[in-house]
């Protein structure tokens, strides 16, 4: 069963397929020549605890593209709704479907629906991790910088579900990975520990200046992600904002990411994220190339 559930449940060299294969599709999609459909006659259930824009707008076109049916599931429509259980849902859906997506709060939800379920399940985003945008943001990375090697990534800010993501792939990809959050922000501590056995080079900075130098790819994120509380947050991460200044002292090329939504003003200036070194809308762009090859390896074999 090739469940997608983390990146650091696979190895690199399957993610480095899974990038070739998305960057061969993103071709052949511009390019205009017709396209392998491994999802023919095959359906896939995306279950949304949580709203969504781009995950959920690419997956069903990604389906589509790929000759399956994609079926839109809100959580609050389902009888997950009124307290049935995951593992029956997952087993109930199984004997309909090929391939399971699902977005919710509990990563254990996930995990849960996965061990119960008999086809691939794939992860749309839990509180603890979002796999399938790192997967976008790296092949967005190779297409600006070339290459993942050598390279030095810089997070600024929460060190959330998508740090954390961000983390794994360092882990499997070998890329220098910089993380500045203020004091009570740090990613989890274990997985700091997992990454850093696994030969991750991820170091931990309070100043963001001083983790942005020489840096080539500078990324952030919300600062209050769903499920969050506000509480103080816009006062403990007034000095991780993504600003011109903080940009001028990266590397000259460095490119900006954040995998949107954003908040203009807060944990990014307007003239960052509209600006030349943003690269946030082939990163949302590429959500679709990287889950079609995703889906692909998961459901189509290949
Ligand atoms: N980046 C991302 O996952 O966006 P959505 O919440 O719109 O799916
Ligand atoms: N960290 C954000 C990502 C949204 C795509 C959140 O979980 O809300």
Known sequence: MRHFLDIRDQSGETLQGILDHAAEMKAALKSGASTAQPLAGKSVAM????????????????????????????????????????????????????????????????????????????????ARSHPCQIMADLQTMIERHGSLVGQTVTWIGDGNNVAASWIEAAARFGFHLRIACPDGYAPDAELLAWARGEGADVVLY??????????????????VSMGDDEGTRAQDFQNFQVNEELM???????????????????????????????????????????????????????
């Not at 839109?72 to 199984?94: F, H, K, N, P, W």
């Open 248 to 302: 001028a002292a990266a590397a000259g090329d460095a490119i900006f990411m954040h995998c949107l939504p954003a908040w203009r003003g807060m944990e990014v200036t307007a003239g960052v994220i509209d600006g030349p070194q943003s690269v946030v809308f082939d990163e949302a762009e590429n959500r679709l190339h990287a889950q079609k090859a995703v889906l692909a390896w998961c459901v189509g074999g290949n």
């Open 47 to 126: 279950i949304f605890e949580k709203p969504s824009t781009r995950t959920r707008v690419s997956f069903e076109v990604g389906i589509s593209q790929l000759g399956g049916t994609p079926l839109m599931l809100s959580s609050s429509d389902l009888q997950i709704g009124r307290g049935e259980s995951i593992e029956d849902t997952a087993r109930v859906l199984s004997r309909y479907v090929d391939a399971i997506t699902i977005r919710c709060f509990d990563h254990a939800t996930l995990t849960t629906l996965a061990e119960s379920a008999t086809v691939p399940v794939i992860n749309a985003l839990t």
């Open 206 to 223: 309070d100043d963001a200046t001083a983790a942005v130098a020489d840096s080539q790819t500078i990324v952030t994120d919300v600062w």
